[in-house]
Nanobody, 121 residues
Framework: QVQLVESGGGLVEAGGSLRLSCAAT????????MGWYRQVPGNERELVARIRSDDTTDYLDSVKGRFTISGDSAKRTVYLQMNSLKPEDTAVYYC???????????????WGQGTQVTVSS
């Protein structure tokens, strides 16, 4: 079974920084993409940043220039460096892996348990 374990959330003042980490364990054949999503109660989960196996990246417009995603698909790890944090960044952050557990099987999404990030004003 595939499990994603996150760490690095917490409470920080506006303007501060946090770094989130996520490691995938279990039987994994290949990783197509790794990403971070966030969710605020009452809202849909939104994509914050994603990195593909070819190292191309996507970012939510509101975090461009402040957040940086990095990862190593061979090591099954992904990170999100968050700088210049704002109160509106407060949310539960979830890591996501799009992967195959065996060759010639479909890609599936796997999710971490979520980590709370709170930015005080």
């Amino acid at each position: 079974q595939v499990q994603l374990v996150e760490s690095g959330g917490g409470l920080v003042e506006a303007g501060g920084s946090l770094r989130l980490s996520c490691a995938a364990t279990g039987s994994i054949s290949s990783v197509n993409a790794m990403g971070w999503y966030r969710q605020v109660p009452g809202n849909e989960r939104e994509l914050v940043a994603r990195i593909r196996s070819d190292d191309t990246t996507d970012y939510l417009d509101s975090v461009k220039g402040r957040f940086t995603i990095s990862g190593d698909s061979a090591k099954r790890t992904v990170y999100l460096q968050m700088n210049s944090l704002k109160p509106e960044d407060t949310a539960v952050y979830y890591c996501n892996f799009l992967l195959k557990i065996r060759m010639f099987t479909p890609l599936n999404n796997y999710w971490g348990q979520g980590t709370q990030v709170t930015v005080s004003s």
